[in-house]
């Protein structure tokens, strides 16, 4: 299961990813897709996001979570690793 997030993104990366995954809601995704698949949206997020932020959150069973997630963009939230466990950094806006 593979779970993307966007905001503020622009209209040709959001139809972008139609192309592969569901649109459940504005700016969510759901969908399955093979790890190179993944590794290529992501890419393709990264690449695009613009002014935008993101998220993409996907399951993996070795984890104790059973999930993993990376972000791209001006996002205030980060992913840190504390002991092989993934906690979110909160970062406040700037100005």
Do not use: C, K, Q
Request: avoid cysteine; aromatic fraction near 8%; proline fraction near 5%.
């Amino acid at each position: 299961m593979l779970v993307i997030v966007l905001e503020a993104a622009p209209p040709r990366l959001r139809g972008r990813l139609t192309l592969w995954l569901l649109e459940v809601r504005a700016g969510v995704y759901v969908g399955r897709a093979s790890p190179r698949l993944r590794d290529r949206l992501w890419d393709e997020i990264v690449g695009n996001i613009d002014g935008g932020n993101a998220v993409l959150v996907e399951a993996n069973s070795t984890l104790e979570a059973g999930f993993t997630f990376r972000t791209a963009g001006h996002a205030r939230r980060m992913p840190v690793d504390s002991d092989g466990f993934s906690l979110v950094a909160f970062h406040p806006e700037e100005g």
